[in-house]
């Protein structure tokens, strides 16, 4: 069984077009993250939800809009797509916060044209 | 500013050899330290995690320390197999924020 999973795992797209990314897992976890990793591989967080509340929010651009339904979904919106978001966007989720191990989905490729 | 330094940026070594992965970070006030693998093309693979007050967590051939003063921590590996060949990755947690660095890209050559 996946732990952490997203959908989809590759998408193209056009700039200016609006995308969404969805996460789930079944770990029962409380918190779950959104990272970007870029083109020289760099990985770095965007968000943070615990419980449904959004705790983590790092200067992403306001095109970016996190939303988690439950615990245990997080879903990533994008709106007006630029070339520079063209990146690998992982999703992760731990037990609690700041003490236990996270663990990352797959990633979803995301290529603007 | 809180910041991870790996180094080397790559390795190369023959099947066999015991090797150390370096991570320095700024800022000694951790919670904790999680090192991960990346495949190509694949998501992070957690490996070991260390808790601030700890110094070491060891899994089969893998062995990290932590040396939260100073703001270090290595990654040993031993008996290095080509099956290790991957991206390691530091990442000391600030607050609820994971830190990562560049990456360590090791190939275990046959």
């Known amino acids: 069984d996946t732990a952490v999973s997203q959908t989809p795992k590759y998408l193209v797209t056009q700039m200016g077009n609006d995308k969404s990314i969805k996460c789930e897992q079944n770990?029962?976890?409380?918190?779950m993250y959104w990272y970007k990793q870029d083109s020289k591989k760099f990985l770095k967080i965007m968000f943070s939800?615990?419980?449904?509340?959004?705790?983590i929010n790092e200067t992403v651009p306001n095109r970016f809009s996190p939303k988690s339904p439950d615990k245990a979904h997080l879903n990533l919106h994008i709106n007006s797509l630029e070339l520079g978001d063209s990146a690998v966007y992982f999703c992760?989720?731990?037990?609690?916060?700041?003490?236990?191990?996270?663990?990352f989905g797959p990633g979803t490729r995301l290529t603007v044209l | 500013k809180q910041e991870v330094t790996q180094i080397p940026a790559a390795l190369s070594v023959p099947e066999g050899e015991n090797l150390v992965l370096n991570c320095s970070f700024t800022d000694s006030a951790i919670y904790n330290l999680q090192w991960f693998r990346q495949d190509p093309g694949k998501g992070l693979t957690s490996l070991l995690l260390?808790?601030?007050?700890?110094r070491e967590q060891t899994s089969g051939r893998l062995n990290a320390s932590l040396d939260k003063s100073s703001g270090r921590s290595t990654l040993y590996i031993a008996a290095s197999q080509p099956g290790d060949s991957a991206t390691y990755l530091c990442a000391p947690r600030w607050g609820g924020k994971l830190i990562f660095g560049q990456g360590t890209e090791l190939s275990v050559k046959p």
């Open positions: 939800y615990n419980n449904k509340e959004l705790i």
């Open positions: 770990l029962g976890h409380d918190t």
């Open positions: 260390i808790q601030s007050s700890q």
């Open positions: 992760a989720s731990s037990q609690v916060q700041n003490t236990d191990t996270q663990y």
